[in-house]
């Protein structure tokens, strides 16, 4: 059999830079206005402060289950997502607060959600892991380790054929992309020229297990090779640069319906989850991110350096932020836990719409 051939280009990698804003100058970048990067910065702040103050609820006990906080990766989900148009869909693992609140979603209805009540994007019913909202392109929230990558590809199939200009952002960490169906995903976004943009954000830990531990080749981006598909290795401390080399991804999917794999290299300054003891890496290693890599404080000081924030600009959008997380858990606080005789609905589409069911057997086993 002969290797499947097209006749539409196929970049080839280009190396890593891991300077810090060495694509402050491209032109997806330049075009900003001040408004704009204000805007950008808010963002960063807003999931901050909110992450901050979800860990409280927590420690407050009004948190039940998983609490995995995004503190430390936010110049990917900010960056990334600044970039999308009307067609464009996100879909994303379990760490997706960052990704929720920067496609648009409120703190009220990600606080909500947090503490298991009604008025939660997910009614309550999905918790930490499970943010949704289909009217802002947003796909969730996914607690199955790769479970999102085969959705990913199939959003970005829908969008081909119903030919539109649009593509899915699809962001998995390091750990998932030695699972099967991260490799499954890939090859048929390579066969099928789908257009998906695999983000890996390469925090360098998959749960307690250092990315050396787990991965026989650590240059996760290049397997992207095996299935024909352009790859890149970016700087994801740096918002500039993740906008940068996003749009270039973004581009190749509107204009030549081509998937991309990206990997961003990050560190999340938390643990995996609220309860992590932390004992796999030295405290050293991460007091070394915060104080050198820092997304929120590197963007401040690159806006600082382009006089388009003052230090009063950056107390107020903080003083802000933290006034509408702490409006956010007094939201939480007053809104009511689901109704008993909801539980079962929103779970399982045939359950809510019986006329339609064709499937066998009990889905709920106290029927
Ligand atoms: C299929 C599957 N296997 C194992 C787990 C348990 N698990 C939850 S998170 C996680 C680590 C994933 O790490 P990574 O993909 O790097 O994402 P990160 O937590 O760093 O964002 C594992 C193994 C799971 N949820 N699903
Ligand atoms: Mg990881």
Redesign the pocket.
């Known amino acids: 059999m002969s290797k499947k051939t097209t006749s539409k280009s196929r970049p080839t990698a280009k190396s890593v830079s891991t300077s810090q804003n060495s694509e402050a100058n491209a032109p997806i970048n330049t075009k900003l206005s001040k408004e704009e990067k204000i805007e950008i910065y808010r963002n960063l702040v807003r999931i901050r402060r909110f992450e901050e103050r979800t860990l409280r609820a927590y420690q407050q006990g009004k948190i039940g289950g998983f609490l ?1 906080l995004y503190i430390g990766q936010e110049a990917i989900a900010v960056g990334t997502t600044s970039l999308m148009g009307p067609d464009d869909h996100v879909i994303t ?3 997706d607060h960052g990704h929720a609140l920067a496609v648009g979603m409120s703190m009220n209805e990600c606080m909500a959600e947090l503490q298991g009540k009604h008025t939660g994007c997910s009614k309550g019913k999905g918790g930490s892991m499970h943010f949704f909202a289909p009217d802002k392109n947003y796909w969730g929230g996914h ?5 999102q990558t085969p959705l990913g590809a199939g959003i970005a199939f829908a969008l081909k054929h119903e030919e539109k200009k649009g593509c899915c952002m699809c962001f ?6 030695n ?1 099967g169906v991260v490799h499954e995903s890939l090859n048929l976004a390579g066969l099928w020229e789908l257009p998906v943009i695999y983000i890996i ?1 390469n ?1 360098q ?3 307690g297990t250092s990315l050396e531990r787990s991965s026989a080749s650590t240059m996760l981006a290049k397997r992207a090779d095996s299935y024909d598909i352009a790859w890149e290795q970016v700087n994801g401390h740096s918002l500039y640069d993740v906008r940068a080399k996003t749009w270039e991804a973004i581009e190749r999917a509107h204009n030549e319906c081509l998937p991309t794999v990206i990997e961003m290299a990050t560190y ?1 300054h938390r643990g ?1 989850s609220v309860s992590d003891n932390e004992k796999y890496r030295d405290k050293e290693e991460t007091e070394k991110y915060k104080r050198t890599s820092d997304p929120v404080i590197l963007f401040q000081d690159t806006l600082i350096d382009e006089k388009v924030l003052t230090e009063d600009l950056i107390k107020k959008i903080n003083t802000e932020a933290r006034e509408e997380a702490e409006k956010s858990a007094q939201f939480a606080d007053q809104s009511p836990f689901p109704p008993e005789e909801e539980l079962l609905k929103d779970v399982y589409w045939e359950e809510d719409n019986p006329e339609h069911k064709t499937s066998q057997g009990k889905i709920f086993f106290n029927d």
């Open positions: 995995h693992a379990y760490r607690g199955i380790v790769g479970g998995l960490g390091d750990g998932a992309v699972q954000e925090n830990y998959s749960m999340r995996h």
